[in-house]
């Protein structure tokens, strides 16, 4: 276990389904981040929330809605996904924004069917 | 614009050799890196880091090299173990402005060790 807890980790949905994915840290980190892995792609950064307060959305599809009701808590909101969304997600906390010191979790293997 | 990748996709390396994995960063104002390795199943997990006042740092069995002219980073490993095997991705600081900082990661070179 690194600190970086996510559920489920295994994760399949229809185009119509509304389903969240939770992440939790308990690192005493301020800063936690979304990710999503998709083959032969990079990591792509989609969502940064710092002290509770989201601080990057990189042009993320509105059918993505994160929360963080608190520093150790985060989730990710997922509703009419469609195929193309299928990927690992992975989130990740950091002491501070950026710079040094991320640990990942597991990520959630999400396929839309 | 501005992106972190890797020259190979794949590397197959005999147990005990080194390996040697290769990154090339394009943000001349980047002074933050960072190589991840993943194995299957599991999240990125940091093998170690440099800053660009520095040009070489060891670790454990790995060592990083950072050459700022063209704007090149690599990770060496030593003896390679079949617990070596998994993707390395090389990450790049960068400043995004208003005082925050993005990592942007390369593609990733998945090391295959060969007992």
């Known amino acids: 276990e690194t600190g970086v807890t996510q559920t489920p980790r295994h ?7 509304k389903k969240s994915l939770k992440c939790e840290q308990h ?7 979304w990710y999503k892995q998709s083959a032969k792609k990079p990591l792509e950064l989609m969502f940064v ?6 601080t990057e959305n990189n042009s993320v599809p509105s059918r993505f809605s994160p929360e963080c009701p608190n520093s150790s808590h985060l989730f990710l909101h997922l509703h009419t996904l469609q195929p193309e969304d299928s ?4 989130c990740a906390s950091s002491p501070n924004v950026g710079r040094s010191g991320y640990t990942f979790g597991s990520g959630t293997r999400l396929t839309v069917v | 614009g501005e992106s972190v990748g890797l020259h190979l996709p794949t590397l197959s390396v005999q147990e005990g050799d080194n390996s040697i994995i290769n990154c090339a960063y394009s943000n001349s104002a980047s002074d933050y890196f960072i190589w991840y390795k993943q194995e299957s ?18 670790g ?8 700022k002219t063209v704007k090149h980073l690599s990770l ?6 079949p617990g070596d ?16 900082y993005q990592l942007t990661f390369g593609k990733g070179t998945k090391l295959s060790v060969i007992p």
């Open chain 2, 85 to 100: 095997s998994a993707v390395y991705f090389c990450a790049e600081n960068v400043y995004s402005g208003a005082g925050s």
């Open chain 1, 27 to 33: 690192l005493g980190h301020n800063a936690m981040y």
């Open chain 1, 87 to 90: 990927a690992l997600y992975l």
């Open chain 1, 49 to 54: 929330y710092n002290f509770k307060e989201q």
């Open chain 1, 11 to 17: 994760l399949v949905m229809g185009m119509t389904n």
């Open chain 2, 76 to 81: 060496q490993i030593a003896a390679t173990q």
């Open chain 2, 60 to 67: 454990q069995r790995v060592t990083v090299l950072l050459n």
């Open chain 2, 41 to 58: 199943g599991k999240g990125p997990q940091f093998i170690i880091d440099i800053r660009s006042n520095m040009d070489k740092r060891q």
